[in-house]
């Protein structure tokens, strides 16, 4: 095939192979099945059989992965140019999942420590934690609050269509990035993210971004977070509307480099009481609050260790594959979770129609 019929359309591996670079990494390191539909990040789709379309880094990919090699290539605009991707912009794709960090030997400890983690992970290798832009993650999460990951999918396609910049159009379908903080500021963007079928969450994106701006000295605040303590950064995600306990996790684990951060809904809960006879310490707490939430996370992080919030992604993605576990939470558990973005939100079930 000429790679000039390829320029317009969603690749395959055996479709244009000369655009396609790879990157060794064996199907125990990553599945990208799991990792991208797991409700992490909500800009990928499987255009074709095993090949998964997206937004990373300001340009959309097409990944597909055999037993050894994830398989890359990359689309530079209507105008670009045609070529494999280049050496840094694989290292971008690197970064993204990033495959520095051992997955063999975190489920070796894992499985050694935790006996219920070893079962699990015998059916759920390669899934593993991705490092996100801080502000796509943030407003991202900030969707997510009563939410579930088909209806975060459409609310974040929505945002990006509205406000973000056009990247390229493949087989009809028009790619953006993400929205800048300054878009997200705009004086009628409120309204607008409702009429787009966000609701009150149309709130919590306008004024965070303003917040932002306006208060904390724009993105740069949110770089910075990645140097900053876990527990600091944690406590300045809070301070921003419609950020709790739960969505400021979600934030440190895939967007500042908090591997420790353990996102707390209430699927973890029962996670935790199901398979680990969990129970908080004050009797009360019957489902997830910031306190009981930072309980739980000590828990998980005393028995894992400094990478609790990977291990807790593979508990999670197992759950989330289990039919009889895909339903929408008792309200029991919703009516008491009250916080902003905590009841399902961040890693979430696809419920039923």
Same mark, same amino acid.
């Given at each position: 095939?000429?790679?000039?019929?390829?320029?317009?359309?969603?690749?395959?591996?055996?479709?244009?192979?000369?655009?396609?670079?790879?990157?060794?990494?064996?199907?125990?390191?990553?599945?990208l099945?799991?990792?991208?539909?797991?409700?992490?990040?909500?800009?990928?789709?499987?255009?074709?059989p095993?090949?998964?379309? *997206?937004?990373?880094?300001?340009?959309?990919?097409? =990944?597909?992965?055999?037993?050894? /090699? +994830?398989?890359?290539?990359? #689309?530079? @605009?209507?105008?670009?140019?045609?070529s494999?991707?280049?050496?840094?912009?694989?290292?971008?794709?690197?970064?993204?999942?990033?495959?520095?960090?051992?997955?063999?030997?975190?489920?070796?400890?894992?499985?050694?420590?935790?006996?219920?983690?070893?079962?699990?992970?015998?059916?759920?290798?390669?899934?593993?934690?991705?490092c996100?832009?801080?502000?796509?993650?943030?407003?991202?999460?900030?969707?997510?609050?009563?939410?579930?990951?088909?209806?975060?999918? *459409?609310m974040?396609?929505?945002?990006?269509?509205? =406000?973000?910049?056009?990247?390229? /159009? +493949?087989?009809?379908?028009? #790619?953006? @990035?993400f929205?800048s903080?300054?878009?997200?500021?705009?004086p009628?963007?409120?309204?607008?993210?409702?009429?787009?079928?966000?609701g009150?969450?149309?709130?919590?994106?306008?004024?965070?971004?303003?917040?932002?701006?306006?208060?904390?000295?724009g993105?740069?605040?949110?770089q910075?977070?990645r140097?900053?303590p876990?527990?600091?950064?944690?406590?300045?995600?809070?301070?921003?509307?419609?950020?709790?306990?739960?969505?400021?996790?979600?934030?440190?684990?895939?967007?500042?480099?908090?591997?420790?951060?353990?996102?707390?809904?209430?699927?973890?809960?029962?996670?935790?009481?199901?398979?680990y006879?969990?129970?908080?310490s004050?009797?009360?707490a019957?489902?997830?609050?910031?306190?009981?939430?930072?309980?739980?996370?000590n828990?998980?992080?005393?028995?894992?260790?400094?990478?609790?919030?990977?291990?807790?992604?593979?508990?999670?993605?197992?759950?989330l594959?289990?039919?009889?576990?895909?339903?929408e939470?008792?309200?029991?558990l919703?009516?008491?979770?009250?916080?902003p973005?905590?009841?399902?939100?961040?890693?979430?079930?696809?419920?039923?129609?």
């Amino acid at each position: 095939m000429l790679p000039s019929a390829c320029s317009m359309r969603h690749r395959t591996l055996t479709f244009c192979p000369a655009l396609w670079a790879s990157i060794p990494c064996p199907r125990a390191e990553l599945r990208l099945d799991l990792v991208l539909a797991s409700g992490q990040s909500f800009r990928w789709r499987e255009q074709s059989p095993a090949h998964w379309s *997206g937004v990373l880094a300001g340009q959309v990919w097409t =990944l597909t992965q055999t037993e050894e /090699q +994830l398989h890359c290539t990359v #689309y530079r @605009g209507d105008d670009g140019w045609l070529s494999r991707p280049t050496l840094e912009e694989l290292e971008a794709v690197r970064k993204y999942f990033q495959l520095d960090v051992s997955l063999a030997q975190l489920y070796g400890h894992w499985g050694a420590v935790d006996s219920h983690f070893q079962e699990v992970a015998r059916k759920f290798q390669g899934v593993r934690v991705l490092c996100q832009d801080p502000i796509e993650c943030l407003f991202s999460f900030i969707c997510s609050s009563n939410n579930n990951i088909a209806r975060i999918t *459409g609310m974040v396609e929505r945002l990006c269509q509205a =406000l973000g910049p056009r990247l390229v /159009q +493949l087989d009809g379908v028009t #790619y953006h @990035g993400f929205p800048s903080l300054q878009a997200l500021a705009g004086p009628e963007v409120e309204a607008r993210l409702r009429k787009l079928g966000l609701g009150y969450r149309a709130h919590y994106v306008s004024a965070s971004a303003r917040a932002i701006l306006e208060e904390r000295g724009g993105p740069a605040w949110l770089q910075q977070l990645r140097e900053a303590p876990y527990e600091e950064a944690h406590r300045a995600l809070c301070t921003l509307p419609g950020v709790g306990a739960k969505v400021a996790d979600c934030i440190c684990l895939m967007a500042l480099d908090k591997p420790q951060a353990v996102p707390v809904d209430v699927h973890v809960w029962q996670i935790a009481q199901r398979d680990y006879s969990w129970h908080p310490s004050t009797s009360w707490a019957k489902g997830p609050s910031p306190q009981a939430n930072k309980e739980l996370g000590n828990f998980f992080r005393c028995l894992w260790g400094p990478y609790a919030g990977w291990a807790q992604a593979v508990l999670f993605c197992a759950d989330l594959h289990q039919p009889c576990h895909a339903q929408e939470p008792p309200a029991k558990l919703r009516k008491r979770s009250k916080e902003p973005g905590m009841q399902v939100g961040a890693w979430t079930k696809k419920l039923p129609k």
